[in-house]
């Protein structure tokens, strides 16, 4: 209870603040939608209400407070609009409907978890050339955080682009962006975790005339789990970022981009809000996922009590 406390702390006061948000952000959209039905809104006319406060114009017409969390089109949407559309696309559409989230969101996690595959291994493979090799240590090192100050915007249609005049489509384009995103965050920590063990274990490896193998096997990748794990949670985040940010240049018709680019291209916020919310839970859940796996393999390897 003392952990989940913090927790439910932190969402009551981002919900209050967002249920707050949602009377000044969308005032002036409802009282000009009154003064269209003939209701009583002072200022009388659109261009002297834009230039009241959305504060000032709700103290003065508290009747329409109500109103703005009920726009068909608001500039904020409500909680309950939001939860309401993510009910309607997730529980209540066939999966197989361009509308469901369950649909768009399996496009997009196919495409993660590839993109997530592809970076892990690699970001491997590299820490571990990293840490048993001096001259890659010198060179490889510095071009990997060198390739995380590109903004992503800009290299996603770029690599799409280039990938489409060859004839690579599909999947593994987006994959390819989701490995970008997520191969840093595995290099980084699994370096770490390689490096972790201290001197005195190293020189009882060598009393012992272990080889580098044993080395690496007994001690080095056993220390580098935890490190491992908890880059592992942030790459996947940042592959399901990855995988999002590359739908949006393409004009996707599938995923989670395609369904914010839809709310973006028809005017629809609502639409867009849901997708955002179900990204952030897939993300959540796949977070979680990994943590309930670190949890399992540390126990098993008796680094935390059962």
Known sequence: MKSVLPVLTVVGVIMLVWVVSVVPMNMHLTADQA?????????????ARQNV????????????????YGLERPRLPS????????????FDKKITS????????WVTL?????GFAIGTGLGILL?????????????????AIASQTIPILALAPMIIVMLGAIGVQGILPKAIISAYLSFFPVVVGMVKGLRSPDGMQLDLLRTYNASGAQGFWKLRLPAS??????????????????????????????GFGARML???????????????????????????LFSLLERLTLRRMGMVQA
């Not at 406060?53 to 703005?68: E, M, P, Q, R």
Request: neutral net charge; without cysteine.
């Open 127 to 143: 820490a571990v050339g990293i840490v048993y090799n001096k001259a890659m240590d010198m060179s490889v090192m510095p071009w």
């Open 262 to 288: 839809v709310g973006d291209q028809y005017g629809q916020p609502i639409v867009t809000w849901a997708a955002l919310f179900a990204a952030a839970i897939t993300a959540a859940a796949l977070v979680g």
């Open 225 to 254: 789990v935890p490190y491992l794990f908890a880059s592992l949670k942030i790459g996947i985040s940042a592959s399901l970022v990855g995988a999002i940010v590359a739908e949006l240049p393409t004009g996707a018709r599938a």
């Open 35 to 47: 003064q269209r039905d003939g209701l009583a809104v002072t200022p009388d006319t659109p261009a």
């Open 53 to 68: 406060s959305s504060v000032a114009l709700a103290l003065k017409n508290t009747h329409l407070i109500g109103a703005t």
């Open 98 to 105: 361009r509308r469901s989230l369950v649909y768009h969101g």
């Open 79 to 90: 909680p309950h609009q939001v939860g309401a559309e993510l009910w309607d696309t997730v």
């Open 110 to 114: 196919s495409a993660t978890l590839l």
